[in-house]
C-alpha cells in the first residue's frame, strides 16, 4: 500500500512502483501554495495521492509535469488544477492524444519499436481491459525556466533534456536544497539498445551540478538520494562518457579504466551503465 511519506514539514511525497511503473508524486507546500509534481500513470494513481493529500490538509494549487512519458501523464483528467509544462512536453502530449491505448494499438506500436514492452505491459496491468485514457493539454507552457513562489517556498523549474527524453524538466527547492529530477538521470529507453550519449549526459551533468542540493528525488527510486551518492553516481556517468570517447567504444578499456581507477571490480550497476554508454557511442 502507497502511503505519504514525509522528507519534510514542506514537502511530502508518494512512493514509486515498480510494477505498473507509477513514478515518484509530490508536493511542495509554502504559506500560499501548493505545487504538485507529476500527474501519476493513471486516474487511480493521481486519485490516490489526492486521498493521501487530503488526509494531510494539503490540496495543491498548480502541477507541473517533469516530462511527456505516460507513467507522468496518464492522471492528468484527475487533477483540476492548472497544469505547467516545457513546450516540448506539451506538443508531445498533443501527439500522444491522437493515439489508441487498447491492446492492439499498443502491441502493434510494440511491434514497429515505438512502445517499450515493459510500458505497454504495465499500461494493460494498471488500467486493465476497460481502457478508457484520456488526458487534457496542461494550461501553461514555458520554454527554458520558471519560478513559482509558494509564499516562503520557492519552486525554480529547467528544461535539462537528456537520452531519457528530451523534454526532461527538474525542481529545484532552494530553502530545502532537495532537486527532483524526474526520468532525467535514466536512459533512453526508446531504442533498440538502452543507451546514454557523451554529448547529451556531459551537458545534463553540468545542468545537474550547478544546483546546491543536499536531496535528490528521481522518480523510479524508492528513496531519496543523499548528496554523497548522487555526486558518486555523477562522477561514473562523466568517467563512462569521457572514457566512451577515449575509448572509442571498446567497453573491455573502459570497464579496465575504471576497475583501476576505483581500485575494485565494478558493480553490476556500473557494468550497465557502462553498457549504456557504450550503446549509444557512435563511431
Sequence with gaps: MQTLQHLSKNIVYLPPVQETDRPVLA?????????IIDAGNSVRHAQLFKDELLRNDISGNFLVLTHSHWD???????????????????????????????????????????????????????????????????????????????????????????????DSCIIYVPEEKTLFLGDCLYANLYAEKWNYTAEQASLLINKIEAYDAETYILSHHDQPCTKQVMEAELKLMKECARTVVEHRGNQALMEQELAKELKRDLSEDELETIGFFVNGYVK
Design 27 to 35: 508536493a511542495v507546500t509554502g504559506n500560499k501554495k501548493t505545487l
Design 72 to 166: 507522468h501523464v496518464f492522471g492528468l483528467e484527475n487533477i483540476g488544477i492548472p497544469v505547467i509544462c516545457q513546450e516540448k512536453t506539451y506538443t508531445n502530449i498533443k501527439d500522444m492524444q491522437q493515439l489508441s491505448w487498447e491492446d492492439q494499438a499498443l502491441d502493434q506500436r510494440v511491434e514497429e519499436g515505438t512502445e517499450i514492452p515493459f510500458c505497454a505491459d504495465a499500461i494493460k496491468l494498471e488500467h486493465g481491459t476497460n481502457r478508457e485514457i484520456a488526458f487534457p493539454l496542461p494550461d501553461i507552457i514555458f520554454e527554458k525556466t520558471m519560478t513559482i513562489d509558494l509564499g516562503n517556498i520557492t519552486c525554480v523549474i529547467e528544461h535539462v533534456g537528456g537520452d531519457h527524453a528530451k
